[in-house]
């Protein structure tokens, strides 16, 4: 992604409900894609972001393709910060 994109705005589609039964698809339009991916890797479960589907600027990105995004260089929010998982004390 280039790093102009991520202050496009951007749709997320991803599933809610654990049982094929009681899931529905989800869309949330993100003013920025930044944000809707911010929100995809802090607040959806792993299991709903390997699912979900980000629309950017005409591009998709699917499942696990979402994550490096977050992760990569050019991300330009703050991220939430993780526990130390070398302290005993740190959950996980």
């Known amino acids: ?3 102009e994109d991520y202050r496009m705005e ?3 589609f991803f599933s809610k409900g654990d049982s094929a039964r009681n ?3 989800v869309f949330r339009r993100f003013r920025r894609a930044a944000d809707a ?3 995809a890797v802090e607040e959806l479960s792993p299991k709903t972001l390997s699912s979900c589907s980000l629309e950017v600027n ?3 990105y699917f499942g696990r393709e979402i994550r490096p995004l977050y992760d990569g260089e050019a991300f330009p929010l703050r991220r939430r ?3 130390d998982a070398s302290r005993p004390d740190a959950r996980g």
């Open 23 to 25: 899931k529905s698809l």
């Open 10 to 12: 951007a749709g997320l």
């Open 58 to 60: 005409g591009l998709h």
């Open 37 to 39: 991916i911010q929100y």
């Open 1 to 3: 992604m280039d790093p």
């Open 81 to 83: 910060s993780r526990p």
